[in-house]
Structures are given as C-alpha cells and as structure tokens.
C-alpha cells in the first residue's frame, strides 16, 4: 500500500509537474468551483426532489381529502353539475392537479376531468378501503409520474375520491433550479479565473523575478536585488536569495582578490625567471663565453709554439671541444634568453630563433611579422616571444609536422599571432590527462596581459594557436 | 478506497431521490364511460327531504331503510335532493316510491298533484312539532322584535318551520323578511341552521323541534352554543307520502310495513336511530294550521 501509494504520489507528482504554476492555480481554482458547483447542484437537486416529492404526495393527500369532503353532500343530493364543477375548479385552483375523478360506492364513475373519454385502467390501479383515511401511490403514465390518493367519501357510503398530482411541475422547478445553480457555477467559474489570474499574477511575479535575478547571477552579475513582495514563503525566498546573491558577491570578491594576487604573484614569478634567464645569459655570454674564447686564443697559440705533432693534435681536439662547448654555451644563452630581444626587439628575436630553429630540428619554418616596426612594451614582447617558442618546441617535440608557420600581426592596438603546423595534432582532453603543462604556459602568459588564447586541434588535423594580446 | 465509498455513496444518496412507481398507466388512452347497467330487481327507491343534512339522513335513515329492504324483500335506494321543492318533482313523476317530506311540502303537494298521505310519526308519544326561534347563546335578544336588523337563516323555501313561520312573525309586526332582516339565507337542512347559528354565521334561525332536540342529543355542545328564545304553536308532524299514481299493493305493503315497525327489534333499532317512537296512519286534518300558515305567508300582498 505504501509503495503503491508512492509510486501513485510520484507519478502526481510528475503529472503536476509538468504544467506551469499559472496553470496549476487556475487548474485548482476552477476544479474547486466546479467540483463545488456540481457537487452541491446534484445534492441540492436530489434534496429539493425528495421534499418537494413528498410535499406533493401530502398535497395530492390533502386536496383528495377536500375534495372527498365537499363532494360528500353534493353526491348525496345527486348534484352531478356541481361534482363536475368541483372538480373542475379543483383542478383550476391546483395547477399541480392532473386529474380529479369521484366514483360511487360501487365504482361507477359520477364525475371526472377527462373529458370526453375516461381511461378505464386507471379505476383499478388504487383503491381504498372504507375504513381508511387514504390510500396514495406512485402511478408511472405517459406523461410522468403522477401521485395517486383514493380518499374514501362519507366512510365510504357516499364512493371514492381520486386525485392525480403529477410531476411534471415539479420537475420542472427542479430542472430550472439546476439550470440557474449551473449557470451560476459557470458564473462563478468565470470570476474564478478572473480571480486566479490576478492570483496567479500576484504569486508568480515575485517567482518571475527570482527566475530573472537567478538566470543573472548565473551569468555573473551579483547586483541583483529582489523585493520581497510578501511576508509568504516566496518571500522568503527572495531574502534567501538576496542573502544568497550577496554571499556570493562576497565569495566572487575574495575570489577576484585571490585571482589578482595570484596574477601579480605570477607576473613577479615569471619577470623574475626572465630576469634571471637574462641575468644567466648575459653571465654566460660576457663570462664564460669570454673566458671560453681566451681559452681557444691561447690553445691556438700553444698549438702554433708546440713542436710535438702529437700534443699539436691532441691540442686540437681539445680546441674543437672548447669550441663545441662555446657554441652549446652561446646556445644556450641565446635559449635562456636572446640578447637579440632585448637589443632589437620582438621581430629580429623570432627570425633569429626560427633561423636556429630550422638548424635544429628538422622542421621548416615560415615566420611573416606585418605591422611591427616599432618596439612594443617588453612585457609583450617577451610573452609573445615565449608563446612562440613554446609552441615551436612542442611542434618539434611532438607535432611529427613538415612545416610550420607563425604569423604576427600588429594592427588597431593588438597583437595577434597564430601559429599552425601539418603535424598530428592531438587531443585536448588527452593532453589535459597527461598533465602536459606548457600549454597552461603559455595560455597564463597571454590572461596575464588580458590576451586570449585558443588551441584548434583534432587528431591527424595539424594545430593551429590563436593569440591575441592588447597592447 | 475511501474516496471511492464516498463516491458510491454519494451516488446513492443521489439515486434515492425518485421511489419507484407502483403502476404504469397511459392517461391519454381515453375510452367512453360504460353506461350504468339495468338491475334485474327494480329497487324501492326511497327519497327523504333534506330536513337534515345529506349525511345526518344517510345516518339517520339508513337503519330504516334496511329495516324496509328486508321487509319488503328488494332492494331499498335513498334517494336525496338539495330542496323540498326537488324531493315534490320526484314524487309527482313517479321517480321515487315514496317519500319523507316536510309538512309544508306535503301542503303544497296535496294541492299541486294530490300527493296521498302514507303515515306519520310518531315522536314523544305524539304527531306533532313546533317551530323553534334559536339565537347564538351569548345573543341578547329575548323575541323575534330583537332580531330586527340581523342576519337570519332560513332553511328551504318551503319549510313550515324553517320559513313559513318565522316570516308569519316578521309579518305580524307589519314587516316583511326583506325589509325586517338585514340579510336572509337558506341553509336546506335544519341541522345545518342549527350550526349555522352556533358558529355565528346567522344572527338567528327557526328550525324543527324534533331535528333540534335531535341534533342536541347528537351535538350535545350545540345545546351550549344556541338559546331557544321562541317556540311556535304545534303543527303536524312531517309525513311519509307516496304519488297519487302508487299502485294500491305497494301502499299496503309500505303502510304495513311502517306500521308494525316497532314490534320487531331490527324495526325498534331502525326507529331508535331516526329518533322515532314508530308510525301512525295519520289524517289531512292535522295538517290544517299549517295549510292556513302556508296561505297566510305566500299570500299575494
């Protein structure tokens, strides 16, 4: 039982669900009326039925009995007219009254109001015994049913009166009571749904307004505020809500702060590696570099004063290192950070790192750089220069590409590079997976200068990157 | 499940509303009325002059006439009319045996178409009755002179004692009914001038003096609510009467009948319940005062 009427309650409960709140007050507003309506109609028409049934039963009873009483004399003296007129003016006088008829004591017919004829089965059907006050039924004619009292006249001795009461009359009151009841149900019905609409109008704007403010907040805006338009549970509600937008203000703010921060923080992380990168290059540059040429300058001249073919050689192959070594040291300075960059901006640095590039890996570059005459802030140049290079390596790192091209473009107050290759492009989600973290690289250098960055890839598709930095 | 209780029982509520008929009949279905079948016995037909009312004669006379229905071997029909005058009709064409009339009828039968005296009764050891003057109890007045100005109730335009001597009186001082009582009617009984005067519709009413002592005996609070304020001279006793043409065996019969009424029990019953001591043959003579009263009272003026 209780599972079933779970399972009733849930299916309600989808049912219900499914219409909105402006229908479900308008459903409930015009099932109630009508079900009143109805319900008091039927029960009102069955209660008038049953008393206004025996209210004529009493009645057919109590004019029988009149007409028993004052056709009495007139049956004795043999006034005949005058029993007719009775009759007649009985039945003028009871609109109710379809027939009147009075027997003799051996049930010949003295008078009735039929008319030219008399239906003969109706003298059998009731009759009543001397000693009774009065005998009453429900006879079921052609013209509805019809309450038929036998009253007996003078104890009898003087014959029987027959009264017929129909229905007709009655039912038709009751019939034109229904209708007006109905009527007034429609009518009610229809101030109902005037009523409801107001109704629905007064409870679903405040939801209406909550539905918007949500929809707002969902999109960022937390300076929404709903007015509690009622001390009810929707307004409730709406200070729930308000209270809620306003923690969420708060959240959203602390956020922010800690986004602000952890931006500085990166910025300062990110100048300082660059700092450090150019402090290193240039130390290996000015320092070991140096130092690495005056070591070949006096191998060449140990070389040049040493006799020995054998020393001359070894001598040599130590040179050739020394000068392997200067160039991995100059490699790397120049990785570390390219002097070029700072000397002569972004522009001469990324030709000639694709120009090393292309020496290094076996990929071939083609670099265009329109609109980038002028120096730009080092912050941009630098970030740019990295979202290049990054990319480059990963191109050659995992790309398998023949080709490669970066385009730069400064034009309207921005700097747009895209970078594509024909290499095997990859999966994002993977990529995520793997916690492959240069892409978040160089996408943090581009947020950081309020740029945007987007990765275009699908398997076997190449790669293509789009950044756009304002400057 | 309660829900749907409720509902059946709603529903039957709702079905209790109209009983079920006892009979099915087709009120349109209008066939002629049977004319009324010829009976094999000729009854004695029976009529009684509405002295009093319909249903007091039907009370009153019906012991006697089935004390006559079995005396006479055949069946016995009461037969009743409105007036005095009707009852007259029935006996000159034949249409009732015999009849129970008013003296003063018999007055104006004898004389119109020789309406033959059958017997009388006796009442009281005696044959005769008087007119009694009767007023509510609480009404002042003490004679006829009184009631000027009143509204009084006659019984039948033929009526001895009903009329013809209560207008005598009015006459006597010089007046005429119209003139002497603010408003006249006719109430065709005697025990219905007697009630008429006891509830105050009539301010007075001249009424039988058997059919009053009757009716009291009956209605003992009748005797509460009326005053006998005047009684006329005695006349003779209201008579049974049969037409001229009656053949002379049924008057045999009939008077034999009447006659030896009181020496059987059922006969004494019958009598006792009209009020009667039994009945005698009776003469024209006796009904002379009133003969001259009736002349008096319809007197050409």
Not at chain 2, 176 to 202: G, M, P, Q, W
Not at chain 2, 245 to 258: E, G, H, I, K, Y
Request: with cysteine; proline share 4%.
């Amino acid at each position: 039982m209780t599972i079933q009427n779970s399972q009733f309650l849930a299916r309600l409960w989808r049912f219900a669900g499914a219409f909105s709140v402006r229908t479900k007050i308008m459903g409930i507003v015009l099932a109630l009326v009508l079900l009143l309506g109805v319900g008091i109609t039927v029960q009102v028409r069955s209660v008038l039925t049953l008393a206004l049934e025996q209210r004529l039963q009493e009645q057919s009873i109590s004019v029988a009995r009149d007409v028993a009483a004052r056709a009495t004399d007139l049956i004795l003296v043999n006034d005949l007219f005058s029993l007719h007129q009775l009759l007649v003016e009985t039945q003028l006088n009871n609109p109710d009254v379809r027939y009147a008829f009075v027997t003799d004591s051996n049930g010949t017919v003295l008078a009735h109001t039929f008319g030219p004829g008399f239906p003969q089965s109706l003298l059998e059907i009731n009759t009543v015994a001397s000693s009774d006050h009065h005998h009453t039924i429900l006879l079921d004619s052609d013209e509805g049913l019809v309450w038929d009292t036998a009253v007996p006249i003078f104890d009898g001795k003087a014959g029987v009166a027959r009264i017929g009461l129909s229905e007709a009359g009655m039912q038709a009151t009751v019939t034109t009571l229904t209708g007006q009841m109905l009527l007034t149900t429609v009518m009610v019905s229809a101030v109902g749904i005037a009523a409801a609409t107001l109704l629905t109008w007064v409870v679903t704007r405040p939801i209406i307004e909550l539905k918007q403010a949500a929809e707002a907040v969902g999109q960022g805006d937390f300076q929404q505020y709903v007015i509690p338009w009622a001390g009810d549970e929707i307004g409730e509600l709406a200070e729930a809500f308000n209270a809620m937008t306003a923690d969420l203000a708060q959240a959203e703010k602390e956020r922010a702060e800690r986004e602000h921060l952890r931006s500085q923080l990166l910025e300062k992380v990110i100048t300082a590696q660059e700092d450090e990168r150019r402090r290193i290059a240039r130390e290996l540059h000015d320092e070991t570099g140096q130092s690495l040429t005056s070591l070949m300058v006096r191998l060449q001249m140990v070389n040049q004063q040493c006799p020995l073919p054998d020393i001359q050689e070894q001598l040599d192959d130590v040179r050739t290192l020394v000068a392997q070594t200067l160039d991995g040291v100059h490699n790397l300075a120049v990785e570390l950070r390219p002097s070029v960059l700072d000397d002569l901006g972004l522009a001469a640095a990324l030709h000639r790192y694709v120009q090393d590039y292309q020496v290094r890996y076996p990929v071939e570059v083609d670099l265009v750089v329109m609109g980038l005459e002028e120096r730009l802030p080092s912050a941009v140049e630098t970030a740019v220069y990295r979202i290049v290079q990054e990319s480059l390596t990963n191109i050659a790192r995992h790309a398998q590409a023949q080709t490669a091209s970066v385009l730069l473009e400064c034009r309207n107050g921005r700097i747009r590079t895209i970078i594509e290759d024909d290499g095997v492009g990859f999966d994002w989600d993977q990529v995520k997976e793997n916690g492959r973290l240069g892409l978040y690289g160089i996408r943090e250098r581009a947020e950081l200068l309020n740029g945007v960055l987007t990765i275009e890839s699908t398997p076997g598709q190449g790669t293509s990157i789009f950044v756009e930095v304002p400057l | 499940m309660r829900y749907f209780l409720l509902l059946i029982a709603f529903f039957l509520l709702v079905g209790c509303a109209t009983p079920p008929a006892a009979a099915s009949i087709n009120l349109s279905d209008l066939q002629p009325l049977p004319g009324v079948s010829a009976t094999a016995v000729k009854p004695l037909r029976v009529a009684v002059a509405a002295i009093i009312s319909p249903k007091g004669t039907v009370d009153s006379y019906g012991p006697l006439l089935d004390y006559l229905a079995e005396e006479l071997d055949r069946p016995v029909e009461l037969v009743q009319r409105r007036t005095y005058g009707e009852v007259n009709d029935l006996v000159q064409s034949g249409e009732v045996d015999v009849a129970f009339v008013c003296t003063s009828a018999y007055i104006v039968g004898q004389r119109d178409f020789g309406m033959q005296l059958l017997a009388a009764p006796q009442v009281m050891g005696d044959t005769v009755y008087h007119s009694l003057l009767i007023v509510p109890a609480d009404s002042p007045a003490q004679s006829m002179a009184d009631l000027r100005g009143s509204v009084f109730a006659f019984t039948d335009p033929i009526s001895t004692s009903g009329r013809n001597y209560p207008v005598w009186l009015v006459q006597q001082m010089g007046e005429t009914a119209e003139s002497f009582f603010s408003r006249t009617f006719y109430t065709y009984s005697h025990d219905d001038a007697i009630r008429a005067v006891a509830n105050h519709v009539a301010d007075g009413a001249a009424v039988d003096s058997l059919v009053y002592a009757f009716a009291l005996e009956r209605e003992p609070e009748l005797a509460q609510k009326t005053r006998v304020i005047h009684q006329s001279p005695a006349f003779g006793i209201p008579p049974v009467v049969v037409s001229p043409q009656a053949r002379p065996q049924l008057v045999a019969d009939l008077q034999a009948a009447l006659l030896q009424m009181n020496e059987t029990a059922a006969g004494q019953a019958a009598l006792q319940a009209a009020g009667m001591d039994g009945f005698v043959l009776i003469e024209d003579a006796l009904y002379q005062s009133v003969r001259e009263l009736e002349t008096a009272v319809n007197r050409e003026p």
